[in-house]
C-alpha cells in the first residue's frame, strides 16, 4: 500500500502565502507525474498543477505566475508554494501520485495511482 500524508493548509488572507507538502510512503518501487488538485465548495475537484519526475510543470491557467509546485524525489514528496492567494483559491487541496508498486523481489510491479486525504486552504479577510 502506499500513503500519502499533506500538510500545510489553513487560513490566509487575501495577498497572502501558503505552502503545502505532500509525502508518500509504503512499499513503492518508483513515483512518476505528482500533483496537486483542489475542489472548492460546491464544485468538482480540477487540476492546479502536475510535475513530472524530470521536472517539466503543468498549471491551471487561474494559478499561472502564482502559485509553484516542486518535488523532492529523494523524500518522496511534492510540494505546493502559493502567492499572491485570493478568495476563489479557497478550497480542499489534494495531492495526487502516481507511480509503481515494488514486488517482493524489489521490482516494479503493477501501477498506483493514489490520493491525499485532503487538506483546507482558506483564503479570507
Known amino acids: 500500500q502506499v500513503q500519502l500524508v499533506e500538510s500545510g493548509g489553513g487560513l490566509v488572507q487575501p495577498g497572502g502565502s501558503l505552502r503545502l507538502s505532500c509525502a508518500a510512503s509504503g512499499n513503492i518501487f518508483s513515483i512518476n507525474t505528482m500533483g496537486w488538485y483542489r475542489q472548492p465548495p460546491g464544485e468538482e475537484r480540477d487540476l492546479v498543477a502536475t510535475?513530472?519526475?524530470?521536472?517539466?510543470?503543468n498549471y491551471a491557467d487561474s494559478v499561472k505566475g502564482r502559485f509553484t509546485i516542486s518535488r523532492d524525489n529523494a523524500k518522496l514528496s511534492v510540494f505546493l508554494q502559493m502567492s499572491s492567494l485570493k478568495a476563489e483559491d479557497t478550497a480542499v487541496y489534494y495531492c495526487?501520485?502516481?507511480?509503481?508498486?515494488?514486488?517482493?523481489?524489489?521490482?516494479?510491479?503493477?501501477?498506483?495511482?493514489?490520493w491525499g486525504q485532503g487538506t483546507l486552504v482558506t483564503v479570507s479577510s
Open positions: 510535475i513530472t519526475t524530470g521536472g517539466n510543470t
Open positions: 495526487n501520485v502516481l507511480g509503481y508498486y515494488r514486488d517482493y523481489r524489489g521490482l516494479p510491479s503493477r501501477s498506483f495511482e493514489v
